[in-house]
């Protein structure tokens, strides 16, 4: 606890700057991973991750040292090589593009290995530390590093905010894009660039493998929760901007810990989250919705049947019994006793002793339900010719959905009928 | 009112009862009900988007039913697979897969194999006694990657015929396809059809509906009509088909589709 | 002597990933692949912790469990999560490696796992590390022994079910009419990548398992029009990279995994350069 309060107090100029650094590398990732996972190109963050190792080796063994900017330079250029490597695959041969991809990822990297190793055994002293771009860490940024890497993922905010609506365009639908003129290639090209650079810079948090998380996890969250892109990619930048911060002080309160890591295994829980409770598309809100429904189903039935009593009877306010409502519709004694409770709390029927009767509002309900149920038997049966005794059940369902506006227009197409194929009055 | 454009038939090769099938939560066939007879060569027709792939997928059970069931020859498609054979859209596959004609063929057999055995002389000799009724015996060894769309689907049909099925479901078949082809491959499932053989195929050709088919499915979404060609193919069953004056059943099928559960007004 | 069992391991290796990764890139399954490379390792580190040792059965058992986790968990994102199948792929196993390398680093103490050995492995190493049978006499490296397993039981399993695997990669819709149960196949093959990685990790890394799952695969596919040529033709490659991967590791002085999936990367060069020359 006292960490915490410590960390966030910026008692120590150092953890402003860490905080600032991964929050910004975060940030960048996540909204460049917007635009990749919209054009489901998600893993193409893991080849330029993967990548970008031969590069910087490369950069290393031509200039001697291990200045950021000529490291970066290399690895863009290795980067960028991968892509359009990737590319030619898919375009010139019959090569799919997963294994394009993953050709591409692993070959590069294996080079990226070989040159490393190569580097390291070659007793050249200025080397050591070559290998914190494959894991990453997050706490060594300082000084020049990650000036140079701040720099790197502002340009990258700043060309995605330039040139938001182009990219938007050419990710949902490239041949519109193509159709009013938008120069794709070029357009293409700087998106490429930018993903480049975000991930050159994201490796120095998370390191090459993980780096791909950065990029898609976010993404992938932000799009349980909104379908329009501006929301996504803030939502996006939010969570990568938690992550951002969680590593900063992971890495400060345990030093030990590898923050890449960290960074992603909280990505990751926001994302399982969200792909569990996110209102709307979540897995447990949908099955929740869908177990709310069918308790409202239940509900509707009921008084579907109380109505129905009544209509045989010819008194609605009778008071019923449950071997009568048993007669006209099976339920489970379990749900009927639910079933019946919940319409009493709700004002639909009232108690007395062992019978129901209907209220004023629960005659109501029950006759719209009869109604809309009729109604649609009838459009079944003679709009769409399905037999008669096939249609009660798809009715059963169909009748919970239907809204007042269809109502009318379903009304109006079969030209408001009095009665339906089992020949029972359709009520007002 | 029962529809009298649906004509059911007794000891039917296929029969279906109050078939409802979504796609994505959302129903895209509704309350299908028909029987085809034995011997009958038969054509799914509708619009794009009806339904017809999927009708014939739920046949083969490989996709859900909401509600309803499928009998063939009175019994579930477990009881009977021997006796069923699919050939699937071309497009569904990659042709890009290193395999011979032959290769594709013999996976006819593999049914009828089981798990340890290979396919031996006799399921050869089987394989190219189909080419041969196809007209593609000389092409065996060839590369799939190298034939023209309609030698796929003479392929694609070889397949089917090495099964020696009683019922055949075929989606699609003469999409894509040269004129030749499409001759060759009808005179083969009329050959079948007059074996005692059941066919049903996915067409989308209203011209050659009536020189080809004796049995006539019209689908949209549900089931407009289904009978002998002569009685069902006519103008006004088929602007039912084709009309497209289905956006209530389109819409409700997006409400379900949702789980939405408006708030109605009291009344 | 050395370099015998260093390339006869690094063949093993490169000839169970050609086997197994021509079968996934048939079947668009590459990066499934690389996901469950990358994604066994909670369960090795884990089975590391109850067996206590490196080499142990445990670990194949904990390396299985997490490919059959990793290839459910993408499923059930995108099936019932409606998440596009790039995102579940890149989700999951970026999740279950960063698990795994918390879980190292927090017994990195006691532990001969690290982090550089996951990923690019030692395969230097094999030739000391010598499997002893009861009567005390070397058999022969140990790493050697168990991909021998392996490998056999890879090639047991293309054997048997040559026809199966055939059929569920060619025409997945054909094979469910037929009465072929899809899924069961899929899970099977993921099943032996898990394992494969596993057995290979300590020699070639979990990360460069994937260049050999799929580059000679790929490099075969693009010249051979027949699947049994292209399964031998990938071992081939498979071999050759391990060949002349030792020579060149020796000759820079580098990382033989990384030497191997180099020649690899070449041979596919070359095979491209052909393909487009035939054109």
């Known amino acids: 606890m006292e960490t915490l309060i410590e960390f966030f107090s910026f008692k120590y100029p150092n953890i402003k700057y860490v905080v600032f650094g991964t929050m910004l590398l975060s940030v960048s990732s996540a909204v460049v991973g917007c635009f990749t996972f919209i054009k489901k190109k998600s893993l193409v963050g893991d080849v330029i991750s993967h990548a970008v190792l031969p590069g910087i080796c490369i950069s290393f063994l031509a200039s001697g040292s291990k200045d950021p900017f000529l490291l970066i330079i290399g690895a863009f250029i290795s980067g960028w090589i991968a892509i359009i490597v990737m590319d030619a695959i898919i375009q010139n041969t019959k090569i799919k593009e997963d294994a394009a991809t993953g050709l591409s990822l692993s070959v590069f ?61 050419i990710s949902f639908d490239p041949q519109f894009a193509k159709v009013i003129g938008l120069p794709i290639k070029r357009l293409e090209m700087i998106l490429t660039s930018i993903t480049v650079l975000a991930v050159v810079t994201g490796i120095q948090a998370v390191g090459v493998v993980l780096m791909a998380a950065m990029l898609i996890t976010p993404a992938a969250a932000a799009r349980f929760w909104t379908n329009r892109l501006s929301r996504m990619i803030l939502l996006a930048s939010i969570f990568g901007a938690f992550s951002g911060i969680s590593g900063a002080y992971i890495s400060y309160a345990a030093p030990s810990m590898p923050t890449g890591p960290w960074m992603v295994m909280v990505l990751s829980i926001i994302a399982l989250i969200s792909f569990f409770f996110a209102p709307g598309r979540g897995i447990v809100i949908r099955q929740w919705r869908r177990f709310s429904i069918r308790k409202q189903l239940l509900e509707e039935n009921l008084l579907k049947a109380f109505y129905r009593i009544g209509e045989n009877s010819g008194d609605h306010f009778q008071k019923v019994a449950i071997d009568d409502i048993q007669l006209i519709r099976n339920f489970s004694p379990a749900q009927l006793a639910k079933g019946l409770r919940k319409l009493r709390v709700n004002g639909y029927v009232q108690r007395n002793n062992e019978t129901w009767f209907l209220t004023g509002e629960g005659f109501e309900k029950g006759k719209r339900i009869t109604r809309l149920h009729r109604l649609w038997e009838l459009y079944l049966t003679k709009y769409l010719r399905i037999a008669p005794d096939h249609v009660h059940e798809d009715a059963d369902t169909i009748e919970h959905v239907i809204t007042p506006e269809l109502e009318a227009r379903l009304e109006k197409l079969l030209e408001y009928p009095t009665s339906d194929p089992h020949l029972s009055e359709i009520p007002k | 009112m029962t529809n009298n454009f649906i004509k059911q038939v007794e000891n039917p ?186 066919i049903v195929v996915v067409h989308h050709d209203l011209q050659s509906v009536e020189t080809y088919f004796e049995w006539v499915i019209l689908l949209n979404l549900r089931l407009v009509a289904s009978g002998p060609t002569k009685e069902i193919f006519t103008p006004a069953l088929l602007e039912e088909t084709y009309g497209g004056k289905l956006t209530l059943l389109t819409e409700v099928g997006e409400l379900v589709k949702e789980g939405e559960f408006k708030a109605r007004e009291k009344q | 002597m050395d370099a015998f069992w260093i390339i006869l391991t690094g063949s093993l290796v490169a000839v169970s990933c050609a086997l197994l990764g021509s079968f996934l890139i048939l079947r668009k399954m590459s990066m499934v692949g690389d996901a469950i490379s990358h994604s066994v390792l909670p369960g090795i580190v884990i089975a590391f912790f109850i067996a206590g040792s490196m080499q142990s059965i445990w670990m194949l058992v904990g390396a299985g ?148 799952l799929i580059t000679p695969a790929a490099s075969a596919y693009l010249i051979t029009n027949q699947l049994k040529t292209m399964l031998i033709l990938s071992s081939v490659f498979g071999i050759l990279s391990s060949f002349f991967g030792y020579w060149l590791s020796y000759l820079l002085d580098g990382s033989i995994a990384g030497a191997m999936v180099t020649v690899s990367g070449i041979i596919f060069a070359i095979c491209y350069v052909i393909v487009r020359q035939r054109k």
């Not at chain 3, 006691?110 to 002893?132: F, K, M, R, T």
């Open chain 1, 109 to 169: 990297f294996g080079i990226g290995i070989l040159l490393m190793t190569y580097i390291q055994h070659s007793g050249n002293a200025a080397q050591s530390g070559l290998d914190t771009f494959l894991f990453g860490k997050a706490a060594a940024l300082v000084g020049k590093d990650l000036m140079a890497f701040s720099i790197i993922a502002v340009v990258v905010l700043i060309t995605v905010f330039l040139f938001y609506k182009e990219f938007k365009l």
């Open chain 2, 13 to 198: 090769a296929l029969e279906i009862h109050d078939l409802t099938v979504s796609y994505d939560k959302k129903p895209v066939l509704w309350g299908i009900d028909l029987s085809i007879p034995q011997g009958s060569l038969c054509g799914i027709i509708g619009p794009n988007g009806a339904g017809k792939s999927t009708l014939i997928k739920a046949i083969m059970d490989l996709v859900d039913m909401n509600s309803g069931y499928v009998k063939l020859f009175d019994q579930s498609l477990d009881d009977v697979r021997k006796r069923v054979s699919y050939v699937p859209q071309r497009e569904s596959v990659d042709w890009d897969f290193p395999a011979s004609v032959l290769d594709v063929v013999l996976m006819g057999r593999y049914a009828d194999l089981g798990l340890f055995r290979n396919p031996r002389k006799a399921d050869k000799e089987a394989a190219m006694k189909a080419l041969e009724m196809v007209g593609m015996d000389k092409y065996y060894k060839r590369q799939i990657s190298q034939l023209s769309g309609g030698q796929q689907q003479r392929v694609f049909l070889a397949r089917a015929l090495t099964q020696k099925a009683d019922i055949y479901f075929l989606d699609e078949p003469f999409a894509g396809v040269d004129a030749a082809t499409e001759k060759a491959i009808f005179r083969i499932l009329q050959d079948l059809a007059g074996e005692g053989k059941t």
């Open chain 3, 65 to 212: 469990i997490l490919g059959i986790l990793t290839t459910f968990l993408i499923e059930f994102f995108h099936q019932k999560g409606r998440l596009q199948t790039d995102a579940s792929i890149g989700v999951t196993f970026t999740w279950l490696f960063a698990l795994g390398v918390i879980l190292v680093t927090y017994y990195a103490g006691n532990a001969h796992i690290d982090q550089d050995c996951i990923l690019y492995g030692e395969i230097a190493y094999v030739p000391i590390d010598l499997l002893y049978n009861s009567a005390g006499d070397p058999i022969g490296p140990k790493a050697v022994v168990i991909l021998s397993v392996v490998l056999i039981l890879i090639l047991a399993f293309i054997l048997l079910f040559y026809k199966e695997l055939f059929v569920t990669t060619f025409d997945a819709a054909y094979a469910k009419a037929i009465g072929i149960s899809t899924t069961k196949w899929h899970y099977a093959l993921m099943s032996l990548v898990s394992l494969t990685t596993v057995a290979s990790f300590e020699s070639v890394g979990a990360i460069l398992v994937v260049a050999l």
